[in-house]
C-alpha cells in the first residue's frame, strides 16, 4: 500500500494559483486511481478532482471546473492540483487520496471508496 504526502498549500489572494503536490510512496502507485478532496471548517469534506491509472481520465466538481487541473507522473510516483483563478470558498484543508484498482480506465468521486489518505494541506484564498 502507498503512503501520501501532501505539500503545496499556502495563502494566496482571490484570483491567484497554487500547485499542489501529492508524493506517494511505494511501487503500486501506478495502479492506483488518485482524487483529490478539500474540507472547510465546519464543512463535510467533498470531492475536487479524480484521475485515473495512467491519467487518461479525469472528472471535476462543477465548482472547480475550468479553473483546476489535476495530472499524475507514475514515473515519479506524484499527483498534482493546479488551482488557477482560485476564490475565498476554495479555502479549505486539502487532501489527497488513493485506492488500488484492477480498472485502468475507473475514477472515484466519493470519500468512501478511497483507502489511502494524506494529512492534508491548507489552502487559504484571501479576498
Known amino acids: 500500500q502507498v503512503q501520501l504526502v501532501e505539500s503545496g498549500g499556502g495563502l494566496v489572494q482571490t484570483g491567484g494559483s497554487l500547485r499542489l503536490s501529492c508524493a506517494a510512496s511505494?511501487?503500486?502507485?501506478?495502479?492506483?486511481?488518485m482524487g483529490w478532496f478539500r474540507q472547510a471548517p465546519g464543512k463535510e469534506r467533498e470531492f475536487v478532482a479524480a484521475?485515473?491509472?495512467?491519467?487518461?481520465?479525469?472528472y471535476y466538481a462543477d465548482s472547480v471546473k475550468g479553473r483546476f487541473t489535476i495530472s499524475r507522473s507514475n514515473a515519479k510516483n506524484t499527483m498534482s492540483l493546479q488551482m488557477n483563478s482560485l476564490k475565498p470558498e476554495d479555502t479549505a484543508v486539502y487532501y489527497c487520496a488513493g485506492v488500488r484498482t484492477y480498472d485502468s480506465g475507473r475514477i472515484y468521486r466519493v470519500a468512501y471508496e478511497y483507502d489511502t489518505w494524506g494529512q492534508g494541506t491548507q489552502v487559504t484564498v484571501s479576498s
Open positions: 511505494g511501487r503500486t502507485f501506478s495502479s492506483y486511481a
Open positions: 484521475i485515473s491509472w495512467i491519467g487518461e481520465i479525469t
